[in-house]
């Protein structure tokens, strides 16, 4: 989930006989392993879509079986051991290009548990086949999305519900400013993850940094069994150095140094 998904909400979208709103998980559930999942698309077909990957007239859906999320993470070190993904499909059963951002469903229930995230490549190097998908986990963030709901929902005080707006609007600037290149929308990830964190009125330049710290040890650029480590340290490295915000390189360099 990234901070653009919220702007979905102002849309003005309407239930009708073939639009129905989802429905949301308990906060903190997560599905169980060897259950099953219906992820629905209008992504190309093929194993490799980039090379010959065919485009589709009608939307699509498959049933991927869910797996241990340590399955994906023993096989991608760059997922980061985050405990905020699903791991499903695999073995010819696979989302695929364009599918991003499509609905993972709970085949029994019909909850919404993920979000199409990350196509890892398998040992052949197809991306639309046998390695399991990658889906952000619905549950980890069922806060943060009724704190963005919008008018009426009246689920936090005012107060604070004026701060997560502020706050999110301010992550989203940072996370697109001028150069920054972020192919694997690691600066999204760390902000959602910051304002779940951070407390009600923390400042503007504390939230930003706590962006950059947790953007510069994301994915593949420390070892997950390291990543704790590596948020602590760039910490020290911003007060120490007086790193300027959005110095993505120099933070990791520093904190990645003799880790």
């Known amino acids: 989930m990234t901070l653009a998904d919220l702007e979905f909400r ?9 639009i129905k709103y989802a429905k949301l998980p308990e906060e903190g559930s997560d599905p169980a392993p060897n259950s099953t999942a219906i992820v629905v698309g209008w992504g ?13 007239s009608k939307l699509h859906k498959v049933t991927l079986p869910v797996h241990d999320r340590q399955v994906c993470i023993s096989a991608h070190p760059e997922a980061g051991g985050r405990d905020s993904i699903v791991c499903a499909g695999g073995e010819g059963r696979s989302m695929c290009l364009y599918d991003s951002g499509g609905p993972l469903f709970d085949a029994a229930t019909g909850t919404l548990i993920g979000l199409a995230s990350w196509l ?3 040992k052949n190097g197809n991306q639309c086949d046998q390695a399991p998908n990658i889906f952000t986990r619905v549950g980890s963030y069922i806060p943060w999305i009724k704190a963005n709901l919008g008018g009426g929902v009246g689920q936090l005080p005012a ?3 004026v701060w997560i707006r502020n706050a999110t609007r301010q ?3 940072h996370c697109g400013r001028y150069m920054h290149e972020d192919p694997d929308d690691a600066c999204d990830e760390a902000s959602v993850e910051c304002l779940k964190e951070m407390p009600q ?9 706590c962006v950059d710290r947790k953007e510069a040890c994301a994915g593949q650029k420390c070892k997950p069994s390291k990543h704790g480590q590596c948020i602590e ?17 120099e933070i990791q360099e520093c ?3 003799n880790l």
């Open 10 to 18: 102002r849309s003005g979208v309407r239930e009708s006989d073939k």
């Open 44 to 56: 190309v077909q093929g194993a490799r879509p980039l090379l010959n990957g065919s485009p589709v």
């Open 120 to 122: 890892p490549e398998d």
């Open 159 to 161: 107060a604070e519900e």
């Open 171 to 173: 992550m989203g600037a």
């Open 201 to 209: 009125g923390t400042p503007e330049m504390e939230l930003l940094q």
């Open 233 to 249: 340290k760039a910490k020290v490295c911003v007060q120490e150095k007086d790193i300027q915000v959005g110095s993505i390189e």
């Open 255 to 257: 904190a990645l140094k």
